[in-house]
T-cell receptor, first 114, second 118 residues
């Protein structure tokens, strides 16, 4: 099947900087996208999601942008903190067959230096 | 019940033994998913249930793997005759029937069950 990929496997930032994590998807039928944060030894933790009828959604310190034209998704984290250090995954889901089964890419490791 | 619960969190077993993992989804969630994750990779879909019906299985789910959700609540994932290649984290997730966002209507994961086959 089609897959989700990430541009950068590792992102290293200083505490207080803004972070941007990118994700490309290839399945044009995908209509719901989810960002997860995964800390070492733990399961993926929901951060924020966005439907395909939106191009931007904001949460607390996080913003997700969706560009359907180029099939690109990004997660912006404002004022990055050491506690944000983790692997971040974007997952795409779609109504194909009614399944809505999330498909994950490899993830981006975010390292925040104090 | 505030989240997806998995048990055990860690399991070490000898090659050839059978292991079983249990998942308790979020209450009222009709859908339950199983994923496998190895180091450095994203979670890979194994199978999912809608209520008690197993609706889809991936090619990763070999005949040594079996999953059940007999009453549409908790689920078990059993691996028979374990092999070293089965070593991974097994993740369970749950959602409503149509997880399309809005008001917390998304797919939530548990903390996973680590399997080490020696």
């Amino acid at each position: 099947g089609e897959s989700v990929g990430l541009h950068l496997p590792t992102l290293s930032v200083q505490e207080g900087d803004n972070s941007i994590i990118n994700c490309a998807y290839s399945n044009s039928a995908s209509d719901y996208f989810i960002w997860y944060k995964q800390e070492s030894g733990k399961g993926p933790q929901f951060i924020i999601d966005i439907r395909s009828n939106m191009d931007k959604r904001q949460g607390q310190r996080v913003t997700v942008l969706l560009n359907k034209t180029v099939k690109h998704l990004s997660l912006q984290i404002a004022a990055t903190q050491p506690g944000d250090s983790a692997v971040y995954f974007c997952a795409e889901t779609g109504s194909s067959g009614g399944s809505y089964i999330p498909t994950f890419g490899r993830g981006t490791s975010l390292i925040v230096h104090p | 019940d505030t989240g997806v619960s998995q048990d055990p969190r860690h399991k070490i077993t000898k090659r050839g033994q059978n292991v079983t993992f249990r998942c308790d989804p979020i209450s009222e969630h009709n859908r339950l998913y199983w994923y496998r994750q190895t180091l450095g990779q994203g979670p890979e879909f194994l199978t999912y249930f809608q209520n008690e019906a197993q609706l889809e299985k991936s090619r990763l789910l070999s005949d040594r793997f079996s999953a059940e959700r007999p009453k549409g609540s908790f689920s078990t994932l059993e691996i028979q005759r374990t092999e070293q290649g089965d070593s991974a984290m097994y993740l369970c997730a749950s959602s409503t029937i149509l997880p399309t966002g809005g008001s917390g209507n998304t797919i939530y994961f548990g903390e996973g069950s680590w399997l080490t086959v020696v």
